[in-house]
């Protein structure tokens, strides 16, 4: 099945500054690629996504960029602000089942000082 | 946010006994999925469904059992609960598998004792 990696675990930046979270997958065949956002205490909730096609997609100040050839994608956030601070979710997107379940990457908890 | 209701919100219970946790859906979505998170693990599936009564097994699916008679309801039930299951429990829903969106519902915090 696959496997998501996902780093750093924690990111520490100054308000203002960017931020990057790296993940790389194992099975070529995936072809989705959602980011999630999760506050404390609330639910995973989209950001952004990206699927095999397209090799970058942008929303306001974020982005995510996606290299099919290594595997990997990333997400950046630009102009960090506090409430920004959250842990992110990377996932991959397998469609071989009739399920097409998606595979978590481990989190990354962003904080953002002011 | 999608409609999605999980009950209970929290949930203490002992060691041995059974547990059922509930997922309601009201945006008539065809996949349901129940996820565990666990700090250092992320979320991990546990079990999906594609359709009513067709479920299949996640990644983490020892000591847990799913049913769907129903396209809005999806059922985790732990037989015996152990220790090792106290987490929070996440429920989504995705309207077609294959564009892989999920939204998930705001969760079940179950502790055993």
């Known amino acids: 099945g696959e496997n998501v990696e996902q780093h750093p675990s924690t990111l520490s930046v100054q308000e203002g500054d960017s931020a990057v979270i790296k993940c790389t997958y194992s099975d070529s065949a995936s072809n989705y690629f959602p980011w999630y956002k999760q506050e404390l205490g609330k639910r995973p909730q989209l950001i952004i996504d990206i699927r095999s096609n397209v090799g970058e997609k942008k929303d306001q100040r974020i982005a995510v960029t996606l290299n099919k050839t290594a595997k990997h994608f990333s997400l950046h956030i630009t102009e960090t602000q506090p409430e920004d601070s959250a842990v992110y979710f990377c996932?991959?997107?397998?469609?071989?089942?009739?399920?097409?379940?998606?595979?978590f990457g481990g989190g990354t908890r962003l904080m953002v000082k002011p | 946010d999608a409609g999605i209701t999980q009950s209970p919100r929290h949930k203490v219970t002992e060691t041995g006994t059974p547990v059922t946790l509930r997922c309601h859906q009201t945006?008539?979505?065809?996949?349901m999925y129940w996820y565990r998170q666990d700090p250092g693990h992320g979320l991990r599936l546990i079990h999906y469904?594609?359709?009513?009564?067709?479920?299949d097994k996640g990644e983490v699916s020892d000591g847990y059992s799913v049913s769907r008679s129903k396209t809005e309801d999806f059922l985790l039930t732990l037989e015996s609960a152990t220790s090792s299951q106290t987490s929070v429990y996440f429920c989504?829903?995705?309207?077609?598998?294959?564009?892989?969106?999920?939204?998930f519902g705001a969760g079940t915090r179950l502790s055993v004792l």
């Open positions: 996932a991959a997107l397998d469609s071989y089942n009739a399920g097409n379940m998606l595979t």
């Open positions: 945006e008539n979505h065809r996949y």
């Open positions: 989504a829903i995705s309207q077609s598998g294959a564009e892989g969106i999920q939204y």
């Open positions: 469904s594609y359709g009513v009564k067709d479920t």
